[in-house]
């Protein structure tokens, strides 16, 4: 059965890519319900993976492990581990949710865009199921594509410009990882067991390659994942393409891309380069916490909701890579949790974004004010989001960041409590420049007469925030079920790394 | 001598067909367009389905001046694919350009014939013969229009470049000839790799003859001058021909003759490979850097063949088997995306050199969202994005060549970066951008099919990767105890 759920979960929404294109192109709203009823199926069916899955076991599970290369070695090898399962879920939860807030905003070339948009999902769930590093990178690609179209077609004023911007930084970073992959398919080969993409192998060759061409390696991956992360320096594009895309382009880019980066940076980085992931953690964890502060700091001074937002993703994804480079069970657990804990509640505060801007088709703190007492439904929505965001205890955020700060401070990889002190500081930032923002546009005087009037939560965004909101109360009272779900893959992860630091100091 | 018999048929029967028979359709028949058009795609498909049945063959014939099957027969059906492809594109075109004169047909068919013997030659002679059929048969479709002054510039600078680049590949063939003391491939190839030559010195200056010659063919830098003149000039139905069989053609006898002259283990191998690696690295560089600055869409794409002329030279510089399949399919790859590129271009084309800048394209997903789609699949596909064919086989070269020269593979990666912003900027302005202007709707006709053709390659290619690398696998053991 987890076979089949797993194999619907990665080709249902294809299946349903190409039925939306047989649709004809006046039924728009055949289109969306093909859309979404597809996307639906692929949620449901990605929760049949979790009865059977065995959380204890560290190796991947459901596997199909077909050869379709054979002079490369490149197989259709997928599966699920600890740490992409919930990501898989993820993926899979939040599509449907940002096809139904695209069915008001999207009125131009409907049948596009969610044929387009179920073609990322297929992406998305390919890059987070793919044991094979040659299928890993076409998922990867294939992401770019829709993206692109998704922010040039669909998005704001500037839109063509930030889908560029977006297209190139993400194609310089990922022909960077081509070539590591083909140079560490080389050195299996010379290691012996053959030209190989299969990430198991690859996972024992690793380790056992010389620091000399190692560090490249290490690199070659990590500044490829570290631009889709984005970490501090690289992260210009993220502001530009929130802004522009379309409200679901930037929930599934918040929600789900984001973690393609630091997915990548634990299973290939860590997975893979133990030892250069010991030498440049330092270094990489000190952007981090640059990015966390600097993340923080920018967004206080926005007056652009949705690039506050953006913001905050930088900062907040900080403490991910930050946790991720603690190399210990603490830090790296958080870490994963901060990835879907992220994943909950910015969707959520892009969603707000949206439910605002549809009525006002403005953006700027300073037009609105006071809104909670035409709309007080859509503030508690916004109040959860937003204080799930912050990381206020007894919703999500808390768990994993507090986690990743932990780690951090105990790290004898970093060795300094002074990245847990400095980066401590990104939480109260947070605080300040969320509620700071909540207080000036749900709070105050409704003095603006273009705000008397606005209307409340409809049916359909409902349907968006309340499902994310219970996730968000549920995963801050009760983190254990998915902490157990990814506990011991993460374990197994960090008892490698640490293995070879004994052996290799 | 069966083997003999039926694996020429293919090269057998074009020869007939077109010679013979063909020129007897137009001499005694009257108004008989059709007919040729007819007549000449059928002998293109009887040809192919010929060179399929036979492909299992391993045998030389006509005195050891060609081979039969395997690698020669792929081409053969390559070639012809490409001609039929280009014929149904061609007609509509032709038509509405109002120059639709039965001979650019039989130009084609032998320009096909030409190439088939470049990939079925054993020998240097037959080599020269197929190249030169070749390539006078395109210099006179450069010119099919003969009121446009573009396209008679590009034909007589073709022409003028060509017969120079074939003096080069003459003298290479007696310079070889003169140290080797043969024009047999096998032969060369033995005395090469035994060391038994009599003058190293000319052979050297023989063979680079034969890098420069064959660098002019497949518009390698710093021979490619001449390709975007004769690719804009060209009528774009040519340019879609020969810029695709034609290079793939050129690349058949570059395999050829590089495995022949460069034996692993030979004392100039080394130094070949390392100017070769120059030559791509410059040329693809060249190639995508000069794309970019292009405002008009058949130079830019010119530039890009000349780029990806550079890739392909990657594995020659790999003279290995898996360099060598590499290219194979990567030319099988390009064919269709190229061919399938300027099949576009063709149809948007309007009279005289109307709707040939790239900004005339902006819009065209709102007029034609159609053709923008799949103008768009080729343009990712010639950027190299996964799942389209391109990334596969460019893939490959990198495989094939990162082992032997790491850097070359950088200066690649490089390169792919600076065309996915052209080939991006196309499809920018496809989708992103309004139109301005009047427009008339595009008529496809015919050429619908060689874009579903070429369209469905493209994305569909990359899953037939293992099959494509098992058959041309079974080629290269066998090689040289074929060519004897």
């Known amino acids: 059965m987890g076979v089949s759920a797993l194999l619907a979960t990665l080709f249902v929404p294809l299946a349903g890519a190409i039925a939306v294109m047989f649709i004809h192109r006046d039924q728009a709203v055949a289109a969306k319900r093909t859309a979404l009823g597809f996307s639906i199926f692929a949620f449901v069916a990605s929760l049949f993976l979790l009865p059977q899955f065995d959380s204890s076991n560290v190796s991947m599970q459901y596997v199909i492990d077909q050869a379709w290369i054979p002079t490369l070695d490149a197989g259709f090898r997928i599966g699920v581990d600890g740490i992409s399962l919930p990501l898989v879920l993820l993926t899979a939860l939040i599509m449907p949710i940002a096809l139904l807030a695209s069915f008001d905003p999207i009125t131009k070339n409907v049948k596009a865009y969610y044929a387009l948009m179920l073609l990322l999902q297929f992406g998305m769930t390919g890059v987070f199921v793919s044991w094979d590093t040659f299928l890993f990178y076409i998922f990867w690609e294939l992401i770019l594509i829709p993206m692109y179209f998704i922010i040039g077609i669909w998005g704001g004023k500037d839109r063509i410009y930030a889908a560029v911007k977006f297209f190139l930084y993400t194609l310089v970073g990922s022909l960077l990882m081509l070539l590591a992959i083909i140079w560490l398919g080389l050195q299996a080969k010379w290691a012996g067991v053959g030209f190989t993409a299969d990430l198991i192998e690859l996972q024992k060759i690793g380790p056992t390659i010389g620091m000399d061409v190692q560090q490249w390696l290490f690199w070659a991956f990590a500044i490829s994942f570290l631009i889709k992360v984005p970490l501090f320096p690289l992260h210009t594009w993220l502001p530009d393409a929130h802004v522009q895309a379309p409200t679901a382009g930037s929930v599934i880019l918040a929600g789900v891309l984001l973690k393609l980066g630091t997915y990548g940076l634990i299973r290939f980085n860590l997975g893979l380069f133990p030892q250069a992931s010991e030498r440049f953690a330092t270094l990489i964890s000190a952007l981090a916490v640059v990015g966390i502060v600097y993340g923080a700091l920018v967004a206080m001074v926005q007056t652009d909701i949705k690039k506050l937002v953006a913001y905050s993703s930088v900062s907040h994804l900080g403490f991910v890579v930050l946790g991720i480079f603690s190399m210990n069970n603490e830090g790296v657990q958080g870490a994963v949790l901060q990835m879907i804990n992220h994943g909950i509640s910015t969707p959520m505060l892009f969603l707000c974004v949206g439910v605002l801007y549809e009525r006002r088709h403005t953006r700027e703190i300073s037009d609105y004010g006071g809104v909670t007492k035409v709309m007080p439904r859509f503030a508690v929505m916004f109040a959860v989001a937003m204080f799930a965001s912050v990381g206020l205890p007894g919703l999500n955020g808390f768990v994993g960041e507090f986690l990743t700060l932990l780690g951090a401070f105990k790290s004898t990889t970093l060795g300094t409590p002074w990245f847990t002190i400095v980066s401590a500081s990104g939480v109260i930032f947070a605080a300040v420049y969320l509620l700071w923002m909540f207080q000036r546009v749900m709070f105050g005087t409704n003095d603006n007469p273009e705000n008397h009037h606005l209307r409340d939560l409809n049916v359909k965004e409902y349907w968006q925030l309340v499902p994310l909101a219970l996730l968000a109360v549920w995963l801050g009272v009760q983190p254990r079920p998915l902490m157990m779900l990814s506990e011991q893959s993460v374990a197994a992860i960090v008892k490698a790394a640490a293995i070879v630091k004994v052996i290799q100091p | ?484």
């Open chain 2, 1 to 484: 001598m069966n083997m003999e018999i039926l694996g020429s048929l293919p090269l057998v029967v074009i020869w007939l067909a077109l010679g013979a028979v063909g020129v007897a359709i137009q001499a005694f028949v009257r108004d008989n367009t059709r007919l040729v058009f007819g007549y000449y795609i059928f002998t293109l498909a009887l040809t192919a389905v010929l060179a399929m049945m036979h492909a299992g063959y391993k045998a030389t014939a006509f005195s050891g001046m060609v081979t039969v099957g395997g690698y020669a027969n792929y081409f053969d059906v390559l070639f012809c694919g490409a001609g039929i492809m280009s014929m149904l594109a061609a007609r509509p075109y032709l038509q509405r350009e109002g120059i639709e004169l039965d001979e650019f047909y039989t130009l084609l068919v032998s320009a096909v014939a030409g190439m088939m013997l470049i990939a079925h030659s054993a020998n240097l002679i037959s080599l020269f013969v197929g190249v030169e059929l070749m390539s006078i048969s395109f210099y006179v479709m450069t010119g099919f229009l003969r009121t446009n002054i573009r396209s008679i510039e590009g034909a007589l600078k073709y022409f003028l470049l060509g017969a120079f680049a074939s003096g080069f590949l003459v003298y290479g063939m007696s310079l070889i000839y003169g140290a080797t003391g043969s024009l047999g491939y096998g032969e060369i190839h033995a005395a090469i790799a035994s060391g038994n030559v009599a003058y190293p010195k000319l052979l050297a200056i023989g063979c680079v003859m034969m890098a420069v010659a064959l660098g002019f063919k497949v518009a390698a830098f710093p021979f490619h001058q001449w390709a975007p003149d004769v690719y804009e000039g060209a009528p774009s139905v040519v340019t879609a021909f020969m810029s695709t069989a034609g290079k793939a053609a050129a690349f058949s006898a570059f395999v050829s003759i590089f495995m022949s002259i460069m034996p692993q283990g030979a004392k100039l191998t080394p130094q070949l490979q390392d100017i070769l690696a120059m030559m791509a690295a410059i040329t693809m560089l060249v190639g995508n850097i000069t794309a970019v600055a292009q405002t008009n869409v058949k130079r830019m794409l010119a530039y890009s063949s000349v780029a990806h002329a550079g890739y392909l030279v990657m594995g020659i510089v790999a003279n290995s088997d898996n360099g060598h399949s590499a290219i194979v399919f990567y030319v099988t790859s390009y064919v269709f995306m190229q061919l399938g590129a300027f099949v576009v271009v063709g149809l948007l084309e309007r009279g005289n050199e109307d709707n040939l800048q790239i900004s005339d394209y902006a819009g065209l997903a709102k007029r034609e969202p159609v053709l923008a789609f799949i103008m768009s699949v080729f343009m990712f596909s010639l950027a190299g994005i996964p799942p389209m064919a391109g990334f596969f086989g460019k893939y490959l070269l990198f495989v094939s060549v990162i082992e032997s020269h790491l850097w070359l593979t950088l200066v690649a990666v490089l390169s792919s970066l600076i065309s996915a912003y052209f080939y991006l900027g196309l499809v920018v302005k496809m989708y992103f951008s309004e139109s301005e202007g009047h427009h008339q709707p595009v008529q496809s006709g015919i050429a619908g099919i060689t874009l579903a053709i070429t369209t469905a390659a493209s994305i569909v290619l990359g899953l037939f990767t293992s099959q494509m690398l098992a058959l041309f696998a079974t080629w290269w053991p066998t090689w040289w105890k074929v060519l004897g």
